[in-house]
């Protein structure tokens, strides 16, 4: 997740878009290096001893500052929500789950107002230092992929895992913590077979890409023109452009005549599209990633984007799902990233109670396992069979029947892979209508093999 609006809205019963933009500045961040003190080796893979107190408790850290503060209410909502149906189910070995902080758990506040407030004004580091103070075992956040490193820093090497339930940025799947941290949400690379498959399904023979320099224009423009090879599609170029400066790429790409255009961009996405159409190219050739996608209308010109197709990750949420989050919070006009906050809850109070532990280095170790994704080598985890569920009393029904949960959530199948992201991915498809305006027009997803 990252900090910039696509720009699509939708009111609670069509569900709001999903926000995938990070700006360039943040996007560059240092993802790839090291926390300092993080603990060797990998924990979502590793035998560990019990060593948890008895009481469950999951932290959620928010976004205090900056444009993605607004998916605040929606990821509390949901995390409470999870929360309330885990503890409804029986919660951990008898006991209520606790969230943390404790303010964030009174009835009708939102994160935004009221008791929970105070607790998530504080900077990234600082919340996770509070939710240490107050012993949680796992934690839930942070939105922004920029602010992932500082509470990885805080928490690996307190052996407590950290769930994102919106952190997109690619370089986080290498970030050295430990085996600590794991996401909900898919990778922005992650997306380039997808948009390859919209190209393929249209007929194309011939592709390009264009994308905005920085680090999520060159990683998903490299996973499409993968995805087009394996496709049978010839890659014929991969074109950069800085932001305001997209003519001359527009016309180099012009020139190598393909049939369709994938557009890579972010914060120059619409004089990315701009300069195409002043190209010739304009229309069904073009197909937007999650970061160029918006409702353009009168910015760009008429009719340029008819019939162009574009991607939003994530799905549409159920109307039981819905209904059962405005009973949460009666005031919630958005779902962004609610399924995800809600299946990273549940899957935290399952891989407590798979491990019979609430200990984080437990909670890393299974979390793999009850998701459906990658097994360690040692135990049960490895070998035992795996039954499919779809909430937390199901799956600990499947727990009681000796067998091992494989949680398929509100965002969908997750299948947690040795590096903590998921192997499933989600995507809605829009269609752009001749007054440059987005519509859903299906969905898609693209799995690996965890």
């Not at 408790?57 to 990821?75: P, Q, W, Y």
């Not at 918006?294 to 340029?304: F, M, P």
Request: with cysteine.
């Amino acid at each position: 997740m990252g900090v910039a609006a696509t720009g699509l809205s939708w009111p609670i019963g069509r569900h709001r878009s999903r926000v995938v933009s990070l700006l360039a500045a943040f996007a560059a961040l240092a993802l790839g290096l090291a926390g300092c003190s993080a603990p060797i080796g990998n924990a979502r893979l590793a035998s560990v001893t019990p060593s948890g107190d008895g009481t469950l408790r999951i932290g959620v850290i928010l976004d205090s500052t900056g444009s993605s503060a607004f998916l605040n209410e929606s990821e509390l909502a949901a995390a409470k929500l999870a929360i309330k149906q885990i503890n409804d189910a029986g919660g951990y070995k008898g006991r209520p789950v606790e969230l943390l902080p404790a303010s964030a758990a009174g009835e009708g506040s939102s994160a935004s107002q009221g008791a929970g407030a105070a607790a998530f004004t504080a900077d990234t580091a600082a919340q996770a230092k509070a939710l240490l103070s107050a012993h949680a075992d796992v934690v839930v956040g942070p939105t922004d992929s920029s602010h992932a490193p500082a509470a990885i820093d805080v928490l690996s090497p307190a052996r407590i895992p950290l769930i994102s339930p919106a952190n997109t940025a690619s370089g986080l799947s290498s970030y050295k913590s430990g085996g600590f941290y794991f996401r909900t949400s898919a990778a922005d690379a992650a997306q380039g077979s997808v948009l390859a498959k919209l190209a393929h399904d249209a007929g194309a023979k011939r592709i390009s890409v264009l994308h905005e320099a920085g680090d999520y224009g060159t990683r998903v423009s490299g996973a499409v023109m993968d995805a087009a090879r394996s496709l049978g599609i010839e890659a014929v170029s991969n074109v950069e452009f800085t932001a305001g400066k997209a003519a001359p790429a527009a016309a180099g790409i012009k020139s190598g005549t393909p049939d369709a255009v994938v557009v890579v961009a972010r914060d120059g996405a619409q004089g990315a599209l701009a300069e195409l159409m002043n190209a010739g190219l304009s229309g069904k050739s073009l197909i937007l990633s999650d970061g160029a996608i918006r409702q353009y209308g009168t910015a760009l010109g008429a009719g340029g984007l008819h019939g162009a197709r574009g991607i939003l990750p994530g799905v549409f949420p159920s109307a039981e799902f819905q209904a059962d989050l405005t009973g949460i919070d009666p005031k919630l006009k958005d779902t962004t990233y609610a399924a995800e906050t809600y299946d990273a809850v549940t899957l935290a109070a399952l891989a407590a109670a798979a491990a019979g532990d609430d200990a984080g280095g437990s909670i890393a170790a299974w979390l793999t396992t009850v998701s459906g994704g990658a097994r360690p080598t040692w135990g049960d985890a490895a070998t035992k069979e795996r039954t499919s569920c779809t909430s937390y009393k199901d799956c600990v029904e499947v727990l009681k029947g000796a067998k091992l949960p494989d949680y398929d959530g509100e965002s969908g199948t997750i299948g947690f892979d040795a590096n903590g992201d998921v192997t499933s991915s989600n995507y809605m498809v829009f269609t752009y209508g001749a007054d440059n305006t987005a519509r859903v027009s299906g969905k898609e997803t693209a799995s690996r093999t965890p």
